[in-house]
């Protein structure tokens, strides 16, 4: 099944395809239903205290003995970060995902995981993070769904200068929901995917079925940005996004309501993350099967 992946012997998975974090829906379930299948679940902290956090790894830890990972946001948890991070440490976590944030002011808790990777929004900090002992860059296109930097540049000329510029594995994230749309990303240099948006239409997501319904309707022209300062929250376009494009309030709303949920009674108002990979999203699968028909498409590609 194709040439050797690096990025498989790191991480100890079957199939180089990572779920990546999503905010209060990147639950045990989901995260174990991944690593389960041969991916590389991962745990969100963006709405955790360090209690949740324990209690999540121990949920994950009943439903599988594979590996996974937690992602921690440093721009979004502040000064938190660090103890979620010794709290993830004290529970023997070895693949961590650092995001949102220069990782430099923690590299000395970080020497104490396994394995650590980073996300970058521009290949100019692929050299900086391989230099800093970071072992594999997860380059994300400003595609994705959800918190990604407002001026960064899109999956594919992102993914193929990070090549050029590291001799770690590069993991390729935004837009990728398919094997087409995967497989491109390989014949760039990827050594695997990150997916945030499909995993939100399976079935093991606890996104209720009217949410992911909403979503399989939905098109790349419906993801819009709300921006506030250096990021921007990629959603899908509904009475309430509209009305705040209208108002020109979108700032304000990011900074207050990010985590405002569209609810499943009416998905008109509230904000519903995603990104342009729901392009490519026609129907809900399990998560084996999302994971598998990608795996083994990018492996042979």
Same mark, same amino acid.
């Given at each position: 099944m194709g040439l050797e992946n690096r990025l498989l012997e790191l991480l100890n998975i079957e199939y180089p395809v990572i779920q990546g974090a999503l905010d209060a829906v990147s639950t045990a379930e989901l995260v #174990? #239903?991944?690593?389960?299948?041969?991916?590389?679940?991962?745990?969100?902290?963006?709405?955790l205290d360090e209690k949740e956090l324990e209690e999540e790894i121990e949920k994950t &830890?009943?439903?599988?003995?594979?590996?996974?990972a937690i992602n921690f946001p440093i721009a979004r948890k502040g000064g938190r970060v660090e103890s979620l991070i010794e709290t993830a440490i004290d529970k023997d976590?070895?693949?961590?995902?650092?995001?949102a944030g220069n990782p430099k002011p923690l590299l000395d808790k970080l020497e104490n995981v396994e394995i650590v990777m980073q996300v970058i929004p521009f290949s100019r900090l692929a050299s900086r993070m391989e230099d800093w002992g970071i072992n594999a860059i997860i380059a994300e296109g400003r595609e994705a769904g959800g918190a990604v930097s407002a001026t960064g540049v899109s999956t594919l000329p992102l993914v193929t200068r990070t090549v050029e510029k590291v001799d770690i594995p590069v993991v390729a994230a935004g837009g990728i929901a398919d094997k087409k749309t995967a497989t491109a990303t390989k014949a760039l240099g990827a050594e695997g995917v990150q997916m945030g948006t499909r995993f939100l239409?399976? &079935?093991e997501c606890q996104l209720g079925d009217k949410a992911k319904n909403f979503l399989l309707e939905s098109t790349g022209d419906d993801v819009v940005g709300i921006r506030s300062g250096r990021t921007k929250m990629n959603v899908i376009r509904n009475e309430y996004v509209d009305e705040l494009l209208?108002?020109?309030?979108?700032?304000?709303?990011?900074?207050?309501?990010?985590? &405002?949920? #569209?609810?499943?009674?009416?998905?008109?108002?509230?904000?519903? &993350? #995603?990104?342009e990979s729901v392009n490519s999203i026609t129907e809900i699968k399990s998560v084996e099967e999302i994971v598998r028909e990608i795996g083994k498409a990018f492996?042979?590609?």
């Amino acid at each position: 099944m194709g040439l050797e992946n690096r990025l498989l012997e790191l991480l100890n998975i079957e199939y180089p395809v990572i779920q990546g974090a999503l905010d209060a829906v990147s639950t045990a379930e989901l995260v #174990a #239903a991944v690593s389960e299948a041969g991916g590389l679940g991962t745990l969100q902290t963006g709405t955790l205290d360090e209690k949740e956090l324990e209690e999540e790894i121990e949920k994950t &830890r009943e439903l599988t003995s594979k590996p996974f990972a937690i992602n921690f946001p440093i721009a979004r948890k502040g000064g938190r970060v660090e103890s979620l991070i010794e709290t993830a440490i004290d529970k023997d976590i070895d693949i961590f995902t650092i995001s949102a944030g220069n990782p430099k002011p923690l590299l000395d808790k970080l020497e104490n995981v396994e394995i650590v990777m980073q996300v970058i929004p521009f290949s100019r900090l692929a050299s900086r993070m391989e230099d800093w002992g970071i072992n594999a860059i997860i380059a994300e296109g400003r595609e994705a769904g959800g918190a990604v930097s407002a001026t960064g540049v899109s999956t594919l000329p992102l993914v193929t200068r990070t090549v050029e510029k590291v001799d770690i594995p590069v993991v390729a994230a935004g837009g990728i929901a398919d094997k087409k749309t995967a497989t491109a990303t390989k014949a760039l240099g990827a050594e695997g995917v990150q997916m945030g948006t499909r995993f939100l239409t399976s &079935r093991e997501c606890q996104l209720g079925d009217k949410a992911k319904n909403f979503l399989l309707e939905s098109t790349g022209d419906d993801v819009v940005g709300i921006r506030s300062g250096r990021t921007k929250m990629n959603v899908i376009r509904n009475e309430y996004v509209d009305e705040l494009l209208e108002r020109g309030e979108t700032d304000t709303i990011y900074m207050e309501d990010r985590f &405002r949920m #569209a609810d499943e009674d009416n998905l008109e108002q509230g904000v519903l &993350r #995603a990104g342009e990979s729901v392009n490519s999203i026609t129907e809900i699968k399990s998560v084996e099967e999302i994971v598998r028909e990608i795996g083994k498409a990018f492996l042979s590609a």
